[in-house]
């Protein structure tokens, strides 16, 4: 064991909180760096992906991650970011409202060999629980100690002197959450030396070429339907990158609109809880917009808002609808958005169209079913090189 006043002894009489993954303590937290994709940590991110993709049937979100973890996916992140170094610890405050962040948010920084303390919220989620116990099961092997001393997931409750004693001994603060979340933990200094990254409230839109949906056969239309419906029905739309925005690009008739609204929100229509949540929220987005088109179809509420583009309260099938006739008419409104799936048949010429347009701020373009799938960007921030510092080389 180190002397008090190392940097190992800084944490050794570390505030009592529960320690979900591993079950260790703070005394066997190792805060010291490995290096960048350090070969431990790149076997142990392998065996937790192979893992991962067994879950199949019983997760399947938890499987989707682990094939995204794969170990040539991961190789061309190698040598994109050859020669960085590790930032030192990090300190993670994820949501609820999506169980994977956490492990998302903790991977982006151990890969970049950061040792990382994860607050995970109090509320119970099977798939996150899930998640827990097959970390658990690795950490409690022998070859992968070195990653189980320098990760700790954990939980305690809104305790502002917690977060700041961790806040204070980290390099790195991430902080996931509502605009009220960061204002209240951005509050909490940092050591001087460290840096922060913050993923606030961000909504996400899909585009729907009329056009283009109205010439699909059925075998397509299903298909369609059921990759949009991935993006925009998980995680009751709470998700930053799901869909609460649908736009059609093209005055879709009555039938089509009909037909693609009432399959893409069955799942929601019933459920007497969304049902009332609908008309909440709604009455609320009335109240703040003060003047707003409400539609109202079997599983979800479409709402026409006059003066804005963003609705303040989604989710449950509350969602805006907007039409425009031309590519151009979408593109002068000024957007901003996490993420746009793209229904249609040229997603390269709207980027390109995208690119140019001087309103807009949309970080991704997706296929529909892509929308929640996570990538090595998020929110248009490098996550790896966040994690991460450049080193200097003198000649």
Partial sequence: MSPPGTITGLWQAGPAVSFVAPMGSWQTFCPQPLSCFAPVICDFVAALSARLQQEGRRHPD????????????LAREILRLQGRGAMGVTFHLVPSNVPTVAFYSWLMALLM???CVVRLSSRR???QEAMLAI????????EWQEVAARTRFIRYGHDEGITAWLSARCRLRIIWGGDDTIRQVRAIPLAPEAQEVVFPDRRSMAVLDSRWLAGLDSQGWQRTLAALQQDCIRFNQQACASPTTLCWLGEPTEDLRYRLLKTLFAPFAQDPALVMERLIHSQQNAAEQGSIRV?????????TPANSL?????GGGTVAEFMADTLSELLAQPWDMQTCVWVGDDRAGFEAALLVAPFCRIDRVVAP??????EWHWDGIDMLQVCSRGLSRHE
Avoid: K
């Fill in 62 to 73: 938890l499987a989707a991650f682990g094939f995204w973890l794969r170990p040539r996916q």
């Fill in 113 to 115: 060999g950061n040792p």
């Fill in 125 to 127: 989620d099977p798939q």
């Fill in 135 to 142: 970390l658990n099961e690795l950490f409690s092997l022998r």
């Fill in 295 to 303: 539609s109202c179809l079997s599983g979800v509420t479409l709402l």
């Fill in 310 to 314: 963003r609705l303040a309260y989604v």
């Fill in 369 to 374: 079913g892509q929308a929640l799938a996570f």
